[in-house]
């Protein structure tokens, strides 16, 4: 299994400002993914991130909301960009662990703008 | 449009009894199916699957059922213990080797000693 860190473990910012979020993988893994769990609501896939290229967003999410940097194969960062009240939620980042869809979450980012 | 659906927020049942979680889909081309377990602080972690292929998996105390006639699956956790107490969220995909999983929103049990 793959140990995930992540920082930080919570903040509380002001509208407009911007958070980067680290994510940390205790292994080499091709594929990091970035979720976002709000108020009451399932998790939902942000974007996928693969060392080396572009990450791909899902439905609904925009780079320029939500800029993706993986620069090598433990580490990426989310950043949420110009926050509003309505970007308060949890954010995980996960890795597939190779078997089906079976994937590995960190313990999340708790984010709430005020 | 919520694919996954976990329409009880929460469930307490009491330690040795059998705990049923449930959860249904709409979307008939999902082919792959997971339940998470998350515990407070904690990220989500893998529980058991089960492809669409099967109806039954069992893994322990844990068994899940899937009905894809009724789009409905269910975790059986028997027997409940105290340290079961945590919020269970069903997850589902669409397409072999694709990595988007739609998840439900989740249900809390509680196993009451």
């Known amino acids: 299994s793959a140990v995930i860190s992540q920082k930080p473990s919570r903040d509380i910012c002001q509208r407009g400002t911007s958070l980067t979020i680290q994510c940390q993988v205790d292994?080499?893994?091709?594929?990091m993914f970035w979720y976002r769990q709000q108020p009451g609501q399932s998790l939902t896939l942000i974007a996928t991130?693969?060392?080396?290229?572009?990450?791909?967003?899902e439905s609904g999410f925009v780079i320029d909301k939500f800029p993706i940097s993986r620069p090598n194969l433990t580490f990426s960062t989310l950043t949420v960009s110009n926050m509003s009240p309505e970007d308060s939620s949890i954010y995980l980042c996960s890795v597939s662990s190779g078997r089906y869809y079976e994937q590995y979450f960190g313990p999340g980012t708790r984010l709430t703008v005020t | 449009d919520q694919q996954v659906k976990q329409n009880s927020p929460s469930l307490s049942v009491q330690e040795g009894r059998i705990s049923i979680l449930n959860c249904d889909y709409t979307?008939?081309?999902?082919?792959?199916f997971l339940w998470y377990k998350k515990y407070p602080a904690e990220g989500p972690t893998f529980l058991i699957s089960i492809s669409s292929i099967k109806d039954k998996n069992e893994d322990g105390r844990f068994t899940v059922f899937l009905n894809k006639s009724a789009k409905h699956l269910s975790l059986h956790i028997v027997p409940s213990q105290p340290g079961d107490s945590a919020v269970y969220f069903c997850a589902a995909s669409a397409q072999h080797g694709a990595n988007n999983l739609f998840f439900g929103t989740g249900t809390r049990l509680t196993v009451i000693p």
């Open positions: 979307n008939s081309m999902f082919d792959y």
């Open positions: 292994s080499q893994v091709t594929m």
């Open positions: 991130a693969n060392q080396g290229s572009e990450a791909t967003y």
